[in-house]
């Protein structure tokens, strides 16, 4: 993995992360938009088929995020 690989990957499972300690279920698609397009500007700039992929190394890897802790937040301005 390199730097913006685990970017991607850190940011994805904080997003999923925080929408299970909002009690949510999400799918891929609510994951991804979450990491994506509400976190930063500078995701925009990321294909999106990356925090797809990311998704798929989180599950692969069985570090899915437990909903527990604290959340973290990096919403648009």
Do not use: Y
Not at 13 to 42: C, F, M, S, Y
């Amino acid at each position: 993995m390199d730097r913006l690989d685990t970017e991607i990957v850190a940011t994805v499972h904080a997003a999923w992360n925080n929408l299970l300690l909002l009690g949510q279920k999400p799918d891929e698609e609510a994951i991804v938009t979450e990491a994506r397009e509400n976190w930063h500007p500078d995701k925009l700039e990321i294909e999106r088929e990356r925090f797809f992929e990311a998704i798929a190394w989180i599950e692969q890897n069985d570090v899915r995020p437990s909903g527990s802790g604290f959340p973290v937040w990096c919403r648009k301005p």
